[in-house]
């Protein structure tokens, strides 16, 4: 059976850890989505798991975004897998490392498969940031080349060098957590031997801003070959 980890960032909640739902299954339009008692059982037995509330659960977008999709590419499969959702807080560097470690395990097994949730660039006053670099042309010419620069460096596979990209520009990447979560089990999993490429499939903002007022995010979609 085939076993599908969906790693979201926490929007409404403070969150130190990494949390887990509560319930039994996520509905979508399609069908209901199992969540997979047994590995939430195997990942209770670490302690490094609080439970999010219902309430939590419910307001959270960062998952359930991708049930649909997921419930959608597995439509003919409905009844051989199940998902694993995980909401990650704001984890240290060292938290994001002990995360990796964890499920660079689950990670290594050819039968699981990974979701990593994340908006890139929120740009504007309403998101408190307004980075511009100037020689790059229009704002969002300056945009993309920020977030390019952070893409590069997660198809890097380097789990520092994205932590200094961000303390560096500060970019507004609302999945950076699940995203060093993740290069940190690949970098466990290369330690081991294990050959990896991520490249980046897809690029776009919600709109182009050309001044002060204007506001965008931006959107990014790669994939994670394992050899």
């Given at each position: ?29 399609l ?36 049930l ?23 984890l ?20 699981n ?81 294990m ?31 394992v050899?």
């Open positions: 059976s085939r076993k599908i980890f969906i790693l979201g960032p926490s929007h409404h909640v403070p969150l130190s850890r990494c949390a887990l739902s509560s319930v039994d299954i996520y509905r979508t339009p069908y209901d989505l199992r969540i997979d008692q047994k590995i939430y059982g195997e990942l209770w037995k670490t302690g490094m798991f609080e439970r999010m509330s219902l309430q939590t659960d419910e307001d959270e977008h960062s998952i359930e975004m991708h649909p999709y997921t419930a959608k590419a597995m439509e003919s499969h409905k009844d051989e897998f199940t998902i694993i959702p995980v909401l990650v807080g704001a240290s560097e060292s938290k994001e490392q002990e995360f990796g470690k964890l499920f660079s395990k689950y990670l290594a097994d050819p039968s498969l990974f979701v990593v949730s994340s908006d890139f660039c929120h740009w504007g006053q309403r998101f408190r940031y307004s980075y511009y670099d100037e020689s790059q042309g229009e704002i969002y010419r300056s945009i993309e080349h920020l977030d390019k620069m952070g893409m590069s460096i997660i198809e890097q596979l380097d789990p520092v060098s994205f932590s200094n990209y961000l303390k560096k520009y500060h970019n507004t990447i609302c999945g950076r957590h699940p995203i060093g979560v993740l290069l940190n089990a690949i970098n466990e999993l290369q330690k081991n031997g050959n990896m490429s991520f490249s980046f499939l897809n690029y776009a903002q919600s709109s182009q801003c050309r001044n002060w007022q204007d506001s965008s995010v931006s959107y990014a979609a790669g994939a994670l070959m050899q």
